[in-house]
């Protein structure tokens, strides 16, 4: 799979493949009702669109020419120097291939200014919390509102760059 920026067209794939990893993740923790909730929202195609022309920003996908294997969006913060890594997903079929290593390096290639990779991960999503690790997050805090305004505790993690 190669990592190249989404573009408009990439938006149903994308939104599949949200809704699927979504689902395989978190209906343990939340429910199914409440997943479907959450993409319906979260990964509507009007939301994934907006993203796609965010300044400051930058919306990729994994592609192997015949479907979507992963995707990432992160955006700098107010403070340029913090980038938050706002979703990095991998189709379960395709994790532990590199793909979520391959976007990753492509975020923090494409902030040079920054100096901090942040995330905000979900505390019962223990694969999650053991990938950061390994790619030398360190816990940073917590938040009672992930992505602001969902109202879902997370565990912060960050990663100083460069």
Known sequence: MFVRT???????????????????????????????????DWHSIASLKARLTRPNSEFLVADDGKRLGGMAFAAATTDAKIVLL???????????????QALLDEVEASFPEANTLRVEVEEANKPAIAFYRAKGFV????????????????????????
Do not use: M
């Open 139 to 162: 816990p940073a805090g917590s938040t009672a509102d992930c992505g602001g305004g969902s109202g879902l505790p997370a565990l912060i993690f960050e990663k100083p760059l460069r």
């Open 86 to 100: 706002n979703q990095l997903y991998v189709l379960p079929a395709c994790q532990r291939q590199g793909i979520g």
């Open 6 to 40: 989404a573009s408009e067209r990439d938006l149903a794939a994308i939104r599949a493949l949200l809704v699927e990893t979504w689902h395989a993740t978190y209906d343990a923790i939340y429910g199914t009702e409440r997943v479907r909730e959450i993409t319906d």
